[in-house]
């Protein structure tokens, strides 16, 4: 499968790179970079470190597309959105790992969805998205007695908060319970807030460091407290969960799909 790489140059973007080089059935076809960007030009594969791979970085979405079964993209919304059209004119895979997307992006993501296969998800990795289904079993069972506190912690550098995979599991916990997440979130707490509100499914965002990626989502009612862990130790699981994705969707019809399609993991 002929794969194109969005934002090659950046962390992910490598070892998107570096991954398709390593799986069977993959193929690295193109590589795209904002115009202005310094790697413009530069062999992909020796800019992730991974050898020579004769293609180059290049600055036109369009023209690497053309040549393309699918993309993989990690970068920005409005990046994202503007792919999804190109994929949506081209009929091509496209599987969206950006996060901080809001209801406008989301919109015309459903949207381009009607002529491109698109596999979203706020995190690609196996064990997250098995987690997912583990806190949305977990809330159903314990029901609204059990309050849901979701903490992550993410490298210094990320821009958005939370993160796509808090929310992901913050949306697994408001299905278990028969709720829409928004409207019964709480995000933030200061000075005097009052007791807890019942029902609501609160978020705390740490940032430092290198951290890839550390998820807790704790369900505490009477006198007990369940928690549930992921720890990323190497971006490799998102990517390799994405390339995983886009295999997977090659032959799918046109439609809007999680990773929860991917793996199987069904309500």
Known sequence: MRLVVAGAAGRMGRVLIEIIRQT?????AGAIEQP????IGQDAGL???????????SGDALSALAAADGILDFTSPRSTVELAALAAQARLVHVI??????ADDLAKIEAAAR????????????????????????????GPEYDVEIVEMHHRMKVDAPS????????AAAEGRGIALEGHTIR?????????????????????????????????????????THIAEDRNIFA?????????????????????DVLGLGD
């Open 97 to 102: 790992g950006t996060t901080g997307l809001d």
């Open 240 to 260: 390799r969960g994405a390339v995983q994705a886009a295999l997977w969707g090659k032959d799918k019809k046109p439609g809007l799909y999680s990773m929860k």
């Open 115 to 142: 002529h491109a296969i698109i596999v979203r998800s706020g995190n690609m990795s196996l064990g997250v998205n098995l987690l997912a289904a583990l806190v949305k079993k977990a809330a159903q069972t314990l």
């Open 24 to 28: 069977p059935g993959a193929h690295l």
């Open 188 to 228: 933030a707490r200061d000075g005097h807030t009052g007791i807890r509100k019942s029902g609501d499914i609160g978020f705390a965002t740490l940032r430092g460091g290198t951290v890839i990626g550390d998820h807790k989502v704790i369900l505490a009612g009477p006198s007990e407290r369940i928690e549930l």
């Open 47 to 57: 800019l992730a470190g991974c050898g020579q791979m004769g293609v180059a970085i």
């Open 164 to 171: 796509g995979t808090a929310l992901l599991l913050g949306t």
């Open 36 to 39: 202005n960007s310094i790697a």
